[in-house]
């Protein structure tokens, strides 16, 4: 009992822990879930063996999903609006003056939440769960609307929201260029934009916010679909594999993505704090990746908000069709990249600067 009041009294004061142990925290439940991931496909495969033969024979194969599952779950980690929704919500968070290990990990446990959840009734051999997925029908129509819809109002938001930010900074670099001095708030989204956002984005505070922000994204069934037809042809063909290891698949899933994006989450703010902590060195840094983070934001907010209106009204023109169409899986890899390359631009400037300097 003690030792569980003493977790309970660091998780209510979790944020004045200092910020390693956060991230101790933070990939100690990464590990934890590949840890079960592997249990129960363990699990699974020696009680699908004292089965007999024939099931035992279908393991290899189950293992081959579970490894499947993994890969997709990295794959979609870096699909454009993931990285568009944790970089602009870390850049919130730092601005504000505090250290957000954990909004990658919470918006992928948020986002895989609904991946485990239809595992866990395909698994069980919930029928309208294959109905919501199946494209078409009136469940995935409206799932998908209230995905879609929830992640572009609040990509929109972020991206308005950082823009201001943006605007901001960029007018303190060229006043800072022209011989005068940083203010405080000058690097902070402030005026019309931010009073009018400031509302909608009240209950973003904090990193576990963005669970539900990511539980709400994931509605659309996009990476569901995956591991729910992975999880039902897997039962069909196999009909000797054990429950334990169908249920590994989605966790497998959910294992693989919170660690690609919680590592990105930790990226984004090491980035953000190197920017903000010190802007009279870089704040030409700050504005740079301000405004990609913002642009990005938007630009996926456009693609999103374009598919939401082309499928809500049936919409037949030629601009809403290709947004509908723009597939977001790839774009990420890009994004991350432009983002690690201006950061080590800029590291590199400075410490060759630096050493052009006399001591």
Do not use: C
Request: proline content about 3%.
């Amino acid at each position: 009992m003690t030792t569980l009041a003493q977790f309970a009294t660091m998780y209510r004061e979790r944020e004045q822990l200092p910020l390693r142990t956060r991230m101790l925290f933070a990939y100690g439940a990464v590990a934890a879930l590949h840890i079960a991931a592997v249990v129960l496909l363990l699990s699974g495969s020696l009680r699908g063996g004292s089965l007999g033969a024939e099931t035992a024979a279908g393991q290899p194969l189950a293992l081959g999903l579970v490894l499947t599952a993994y890969l997709a779950g990295i794959k979609h980690s870096y699909d454009w609006d993931h990285i568009a929704a944790i970089d602009n919500s870390t850049r919130k968070f730092v601005a504000q003056r505090k250290d957000p290990v954990s909004v990658g990990f919470a918006f992928s446990l948020g986002h895989s939440s609904v991946v485990i959840l239809a595992g866990v009734l395909v698994v069980g051999g919930a029928a309208m769960v294959g109905q919501f997925m199946e494209d078409g029908t009136t469940g995935n129509l409206v799932l998908g609307l209230i995905g879609s819809g929830v992640s572009g109002l609040f990509l929109l938001a972020m991206g308005l929201f950082n823009g201001s930010a943006f605007l901001r900074a960029a007018r303190a670099y060229r006043n800072v260029q022209g011989g005068g001095e940083l203010r405080d708030g000058d690097l902070e989204a402030t005026g019309f934009v931010a009073r009018l956002l400031a509302k909608p984005l009240a209950r973003v505070q904090r990193p576990r916010n963005i669970y539900v922000i990511g539980f709400l994204f994931g509605l659309g069934f996009d990476t569901a679909t995956t591991i729910g037809l992975l999880v039902m042809t897997t039962a069909a063909s196999l009909a000797g594999v054990s429950p334990l290891v169908l249920l590994a698949l989605p966790l497998a899933f959910t294992a693989a993505m919170t660690l690609f994006d919680t590592t990105n989450g930790v990226a984004m703010m090491r980035m953000y704090r190197s920017a903000i902590h010190n802007p009279q060195r870089k704040l030409g840094f700050n504005t740079l990746i301000t405004g990609i983070s913002a642009v990005s934001a938007l630009f996926v907010s456009a693609i999103t908000l374009g598919g939401f209106f082309n499928t809500a009204f049936g919409l037949e023109d030629p601009l809403t069709t290709w947004l509908g169409a723009v597939d977001l899986g790839d774009a990420g890899l890009l994004l991350v990249a432009v983002l690690l390359a201006v950061w080590g631009a800029v590291a590199l400037w400075g410490r060759l600067k630096g050493r052009s300097q006399p001591a």
